[in-house]
Protein backbone atom coordinates (compact mmCIF):
# COMPACT_ATOMS: atom_id res chain seq x y z
CA UNK A 1 0.00 0.00 0.00
CA UNK A 2 1.38 3.68 -0.79
CA UNK A 3 2.28 5.74 2.67
CA UNK A 4 -0.58 6.13 4.91
CA UNK A 5 -2.14 9.60 5.07
CA UNK A 6 -2.45 11.35 8.36
CA UNK A 7 -4.38 14.71 9.28
CA UNK A 8 -3.58 16.93 12.16
CA UNK A 9 -6.58 19.00 13.31
CA UNK A 10 -6.27 22.28 14.87
CA UNK A 11 -7.66 25.15 16.28
CA UNK A 12 -7.66 28.21 18.57
CA UNK A 13 -5.65 26.63 21.39
CA UNK A 14 -4.16 23.80 19.92
CA UNK A 15 -0.33 23.50 21.07
CA UNK A 16 0.99 19.83 20.07
CA UNK A 17 0.09 20.29 16.79
CA UNK A 18 3.85 20.50 15.18
CA UNK A 19 4.74 17.82 17.66
CA UNK A 20 2.44 15.32 16.81
CA UNK A 21 3.02 15.42 12.98
CA UNK A 22 6.90 15.15 13.29
CA UNK A 23 5.86 12.53 15.30
CA UNK A 24 3.79 11.06 12.74
CA UNK A 25 5.99 11.39 9.59
CA UNK A 26 9.51 10.20 12.08
CA UNK A 27 6.93 6.91 11.82
CA UNK A 28 6.65 6.76 8.19
CA UNK A 29 3.40 8.39 7.50
CA UNK A 30 2.49 11.77 5.07
CA UNK A 31 1.09 14.40 7.55
CA UNK A 32 -0.56 17.02 6.72
CA UNK A 33 -1.80 19.52 9.55
CA UNK A 34 -4.73 21.30 8.91
CA UNK A 35 -7.32 24.02 10.96
CA UNK A 36 -10.75 22.92 11.65
CA UNK A 37 -12.27 25.43 9.49
CA UNK A 38 -11.23 24.19 6.37
CA UNK A 39 -12.24 20.93 7.18
CA UNK A 40 -15.43 22.26 7.97
CA UNK A 41 -15.51 24.02 3.94
CA UNK A 42 -14.72 20.27 2.79
CA UNK A 43 -15.44 17.68 4.78
CA UNK A 44 -15.14 15.13 2.26
CA UNK A 45 -11.48 15.66 2.42
CA UNK A 46 -11.21 13.39 4.98
CA UNK A 47 -11.88 10.58 3.33
CA UNK A 48 -8.60 11.34 1.78
CA UNK A 49 -6.67 10.72 4.79
CA UNK A 50 -6.23 6.90 7.11
CA UNK A 51 -5.20 8.67 10.41
CA UNK A 52 -7.07 11.34 12.02
CA UNK A 53 -5.21 12.78 15.19
CA UNK A 54 -7.00 15.64 17.54
CA UNK A 55 -3.47 16.41 19.11
CA UNK A 56 -2.88 18.21 22.84
CA UNK A 57 -3.44 21.92 24.10
CA UNK A 58 -6.29 24.30 25.27
CA UNK A 59 -8.80 24.33 22.55
CA UNK A 60 -10.49 27.43 23.05
CA UNK A 61 -8.83 27.73 26.11
CA UNK A 62 -10.95 25.13 27.63
CA UNK A 63 -13.72 27.17 28.51
CA UNK A 64 -16.59 25.56 29.92
CA UNK A 65 -14.77 22.26 30.48
CA UNK A 66 -11.40 21.21 28.79
CA UNK A 67 -12.37 19.72 24.77
CA UNK A 68 -16.19 20.60 25.28
CA UNK A 69 -16.17 23.94 22.87
CA UNK A 70 -14.19 21.90 19.98
CA UNK A 71 -16.67 18.50 20.92
CA UNK A 72 -19.62 20.43 20.09
CA UNK A 73 -18.36 21.52 17.17
CA UNK A 74 -17.57 18.71 15.67
CA UNK A 75 -21.03 17.69 16.72
CA UNK A 76 -22.78 20.29 14.41
CA UNK A 77 -20.44 20.11 11.93
CA UNK A 78 -18.65 16.88 11.06
CA UNK A 79 -20.85 14.00 12.57
CA UNK A 80 -20.95 12.66 8.94
CA UNK A 81 -17.45 12.80 8.19
CA UNK A 82 -16.07 11.69 11.20
CA UNK A 83 -18.64 9.43 11.87
CA UNK A 84 -17.91 7.75 8.07
CA UNK A 85 -13.77 7.80 8.77
CA UNK A 86 -14.78 5.32 11.31
CA UNK A 87 -16.92 3.34 9.52
CA UNK A 88 -14.29 3.19 6.57
CA UNK A 89 -11.47 2.07 8.61
CA UNK A 90 -9.94 4.90 9.98
CA UNK A 91 -7.98 5.05 12.71
CA UNK A 92 -8.60 8.09 15.13
CA UNK A 93 -6.28 9.08 18.12
CA UNK A 94 -7.24 11.57 20.39
CA UNK A 95 -4.42 12.95 22.82
CA UNK A 96 -5.40 14.70 26.02
CA UNK A 97 -7.19 17.76 24.70
CA UNK A 98 -7.96 15.47 21.85
CA UNK A 99 -8.53 12.20 24.72
CA UNK A 100 -11.49 14.54 26.07
CA UNK A 101 -13.24 16.25 22.92
CA UNK A 102 -13.65 12.00 22.13
CA UNK A 103 -15.15 11.30 25.33
CA UNK A 104 -17.25 14.67 25.41
CA UNK A 105 -18.61 14.00 21.39
CA UNK A 106 -18.85 10.21 22.84
CA UNK A 107 -16.70 8.99 20.21
CA UNK A 108 -15.15 6.98 22.87
CA UNK A 109 -16.18 4.54 24.01
CA UNK A 110 -18.73 4.01 21.43
CA UNK A 111 -17.78 4.78 18.19
CA UNK A 112 -20.66 7.49 17.61
CA UNK A 113 -21.60 11.00 18.83
CA UNK A 114 -24.06 10.95 21.17
CA UNK A 115 -25.88 13.34 23.28
CA UNK A 116 -24.48 14.38 26.88
CA UNK A 117 -27.11 12.06 28.69
CA UNK A 118 -26.44 9.10 26.94
CA UNK A 119 -22.55 9.41 28.57
CA UNK A 120 -21.36 6.76 31.04
CA UNK A 121 -17.93 8.54 31.39
CA UNK A 122 -16.29 11.69 31.45
CA UNK A 123 -12.91 13.17 32.15
CA UNK A 124 -12.84 15.55 35.18
CA UNK A 125 -10.62 17.55 37.41
CA UNK A 126 -7.60 16.00 38.43
CA UNK A 127 -8.41 14.89 42.26
CA UNK A 128 -4.74 16.76 43.43
CA UNK A 129 -6.71 19.99 42.43
CA UNK A 130 -3.56 21.18 39.98
CA UNK A 131 -2.42 21.00 36.75
CA UNK A 132 -0.25 17.66 36.45
CA UNK A 133 2.93 18.09 34.29
CA UNK A 134 5.21 15.17 35.09
CA UNK A 135 6.33 11.45 34.25
CA UNK A 136 4.31 8.79 34.42
CA UNK A 137 4.47 5.25 33.60
CA UNK A 138 1.98 2.92 31.71
CA UNK A 139 0.81 -0.36 31.68
CA UNK A 140 -1.35 -2.07 28.89
CA UNK A 141 -4.13 -5.21 30.19
CA UNK A 142 -2.97 -8.46 28.65
CA UNK A 143 -6.67 -8.45 26.99
CA UNK A 144 -6.09 -4.90 25.33
CA UNK A 145 -8.20 -4.84 21.59
CA UNK A 146 -6.53 -1.56 20.69
CA UNK A 147 -4.70 -1.50 17.19
CA UNK A 148 -1.84 0.59 18.21
CA UNK A 149 -0.95 -1.31 21.53
CA UNK A 150 0.28 -3.92 22.28
CA UNK A 151 -0.50 -6.73 24.87
CA UNK A 152 1.33 -6.64 28.75
CA UNK A 153 3.65 -3.72 27.25
CA UNK A 154 4.90 -0.98 29.46
CA UNK A 155 6.33 2.52 28.32
CA UNK A 156 6.62 5.72 29.90
CA UNK A 157 5.44 9.42 28.55
CA UNK A 158 4.77 12.59 30.28
CA UNK A 159 1.43 14.21 31.33
CA UNK A 160 0.52 18.05 31.24
CA UNK A 161 -3.56 18.26 32.47
CA UNK A 162 -5.73 19.44 34.93
CA UNK A 163 -8.66 17.03 33.76
CA UNK A 164 -7.61 14.32 33.27
CA UNK A 165 -9.46 12.44 36.14
CA UNK A 166 -11.92 9.24 34.06
CA UNK A 167 -14.81 8.82 36.02
CA UNK A 168 -18.37 6.89 34.86
CA UNK A 169 -21.64 7.38 36.32
CA UNK A 170 -22.19 3.59 35.83
CA UNK A 171 -19.36 0.94 37.55
CA UNK A 172 -21.02 -1.38 35.08
CA UNK A 173 -19.62 0.90 32.61
CA UNK A 174 -16.09 0.56 33.36
CA UNK A 175 -15.87 -3.58 33.90
CA UNK A 176 -17.21 -3.58 29.92
CA UNK A 177 -14.73 -1.36 29.19
CA UNK A 178 -12.12 -4.23 30.90
CA UNK A 179 -13.84 -7.23 30.06
CA UNK A 180 -13.95 -5.92 25.81
CA UNK A 181 -10.00 -5.03 26.10
CA UNK A 182 -10.94 -1.32 25.51
CA UNK A 183 -8.80 -0.16 28.65
CA UNK A 184 -5.86 0.99 26.44
CA UNK A 185 -3.61 1.97 29.24
CA UNK A 186 -3.78 2.23 33.11
CA UNK A 187 -0.95 3.86 35.47
CA UNK A 188 1.40 1.81 36.98
CA UNK A 189 3.83 2.26 39.83
CA UNK A 190 7.43 0.82 39.47
CA UNK A 191 6.85 -1.52 42.10
CA UNK A 192 3.79 -4.52 41.97
CA UNK A 193 0.40 -3.32 43.32
CA UNK A 194 -1.56 -0.29 42.47
CA UNK A 195 -0.16 2.96 41.35
CA UNK A 196 -0.66 6.02 44.28
CA UNK A 197 -0.41 9.81 43.48
CA UNK A 198 1.83 10.88 41.84
CA UNK A 199 2.08 7.52 40.00
CA UNK A 200 -1.36 7.56 39.34
CA UNK A 201 -0.88 11.39 38.48
CA UNK A 202 -5.07 12.41 38.33
CA UNK A 203 -7.23 10.10 40.31
CA UNK A 204 -8.93 8.18 37.22
CA UNK A 205 -11.35 5.09 37.57
CA UNK A 206 -9.36 1.94 37.81
CA UNK A 207 -6.05 3.95 37.44
CA UNK A 208 -7.15 4.31 33.09
CA UNK A 209 -4.78 6.71 31.48
CA UNK A 210 -6.53 5.40 27.71
CA UNK A 211 -9.34 3.55 26.43
CA UNK A 212 -10.58 2.63 22.55
CA UNK A 213 -13.57 1.74 20.98
CA UNK A 214 -14.29 -2.07 20.43
CA UNK A 215 -12.66 -2.32 16.96
CA UNK A 216 -9.71 -0.45 18.79
CA UNK A 217 -9.03 2.46 16.03
CA UNK A 218 -10.71 4.87 17.84
CA UNK A 219 -7.96 5.66 20.75
CA UNK A 220 -7.85 8.52 23.57
CA UNK A 221 -5.01 8.57 25.91
CA UNK A 222 -4.18 11.55 28.51
CA UNK A 223 -0.26 11.12 28.43
CA UNK A 224 1.81 12.93 25.50
CA UNK A 225 3.47 10.18 23.02
CA UNK A 226 4.55 12.89 20.39
CA UNK A 227 6.51 14.23 23.29
CA UNK A 228 8.18 11.56 23.71
CA UNK A 229 9.71 10.08 20.39
CA UNK A 230 13.52 10.28 21.11
CA UNK A 231 15.25 8.94 23.83
CA UNK A 232 17.29 12.34 24.78
CA UNK A 233 13.53 13.89 25.52
CA UNK A 234 13.53 11.63 28.25
CA UNK A 235 14.51 13.44 31.75
CA UNK A 236 17.32 10.51 32.49
CA UNK A 237 18.46 9.82 29.45
CA UNK A 238 21.89 10.35 30.23
CA UNK A 239 22.11 8.07 33.47
CA UNK A 240 20.14 5.54 31.46
CA UNK A 241 21.84 5.89 27.88
CA UNK A 242 18.97 6.47 26.15
CA UNK A 243 20.50 8.73 23.47
CA UNK A 244 20.03 7.56 20.14
CA UNK A 245 17.51 5.10 21.08
CA UNK A 246 13.54 5.89 20.25
CA UNK A 247 11.49 7.36 22.94
CA UNK A 248 7.97 4.98 23.85
CA UNK A 249 5.96 7.14 21.95
CA UNK A 250 6.63 6.40 19.21
CA UNK A 251 5.97 2.77 19.25
CA UNK A 252 2.09 4.19 19.15
CA UNK A 253 2.64 6.11 15.77
CA UNK A 254 4.58 3.18 14.18
CA UNK A 255 2.08 0.98 14.96
CA UNK A 256 -0.92 3.13 13.39
CA UNK A 257 1.16 3.24 10.18
CA UNK A 258 1.97 -0.41 10.11
CA UNK A 259 -1.74 -1.42 10.63
CA UNK A 260 -2.38 0.07 6.91
CA UNK A 261 0.53 -1.62 5.83
CA UNK A 262 -0.68 -4.83 6.83
CA UNK A 263 -4.01 -3.71 4.95
Known amino acids: MATPRALVLRTAGTNCDQETRHALELAGAEAKLLHINRLVESPCSLAGFQILVLPGGFTYGDDVA ?24 GV ?28 NITLSHNLSGKFEAR ?15 EPGET ?9 GRLVSRNPGTLRELADNGQVVYRYAGRNEGDPSYPEDPNGSADFIAGICDRSGRVFGLMPHPERYVYGCQHPRWTREGRGGTEGDGLRLFRRAVAFFAKR
Do not use: Y
Not at 67 to 83: N, P, S
Not at 102 to 107: E, F, R, S, Y
Not at 155 to 163: C, Q, T, Y
Open 66 to 89: AGKILAVELMHTLRQAFEGFIQNG
Open 92 to 119: MLGICNGFQILVKTGLLPGARFSPADKR
Open 135 to 149: WIRLKAPENVVCVLA
Open 155 to 163: LELPVAHGE
